[in-house]
């Protein structure tokens, strides 16, 4: 089975922050990684898929890269409304969510 | 507008049954790949099952700590996704979504999720 394993659990950070969040496959995936944003209460949303691609209607200020097995998202300026946890999930074989990462406004 | 609406969740003591149901509109539904996802409260998401589109056969796929237990079913004619789940657990007990895939078959990204409903496995 393919384990991701997703970095920081947690990070706080102010508004225009840029922000990182990681994520790494326990094999090689290619480019089949997908990023998702949960706000409390709500249904996971498609942020970024195929490493980079991002989904329509997504903001430009989120971006996603590769290198290898390790998969970034990147925010590049922290807005108010970017609160809620952000999940990796690997679609190479099966499927497999990384642990999220919860991320707070200052 | 894809739309994903699950039903059927509620409370069940240990060892019971329920069937998960969710009806979909905007898309044509045989073409994808659809599957439930469950997350257990205060904790991260989990892949339980998915069955492929027409294109892709119809397979079938469960995660380990499902198989043998739920049972995952489509009706292209209702555009209903279904999920029977017996024998259940106290560590069942999580929201579950049904998710659109964004292919017919094999693995694929969720494009669309429902809203989640409620699993209680409680005595």
């Known amino acids: 089975d393919i384990q991701m394993t997703q970095s920081p659990s947690t990070l706080s950070a102010s508004v225009g922050d840029r922000v990182t969040i990681t994520c790494r496959a326990s094999q090689r995936i290619s480019s089949w990684l997908a990023w998702y944003q949960q706000k409390p209460g709500k249904a996971p949303k498609l942020l970024i898929y195929k490493a980079s691609s991002l989904e329509s209607g997504v903001p430009s200020r989120f971006s996603g890269s590769q290198s290898g097995t390790e998969f970034t998202l990147t925010i590049s300026s922290l807005q108010p409304d970017d609160f809620g946890t952000y999940y990796c999930q690997q679609y190479n074989s099966y499927w497999t969510f990384g642990q999220g990462t919860k991320v707070e406004i200052k | ?123």
């Open chain 2, 1 to 123: 507008e894809v739309h994903l609406l699950e039903s059927g969740g509620g409370l069940v003591q240990p060892g019971g049954s329920l069937r998960l149901s969710c009806a979909a509109s905007g898309f044509t539904f045989s073409n994808y790949a659809m599957s439930w996802v469950r997350q257990a409260p205060g904790k991260g998401l989990e892949w339980v099952s998915a069955v492929n589109g027409d294109s892709g056969g119809g397979s079938i796929y469960y995660a380990d700590s499902v198989k043998g237990r739920f049972t995952i079913s489509r009706d292209n004619s209702k555009n209903t996704l279904f999920l029977q789940m017996n024998s259940l657990r106290a560590e069942d007990t999580a929201i579950f979504y049904c998710a659109k895939s964004m292919t017919g078959g094999g693995a694929g990204y969720f494009d669309s999720w429902g809203q989640g409903i409620l699993v209680t496995v409680s005595s």
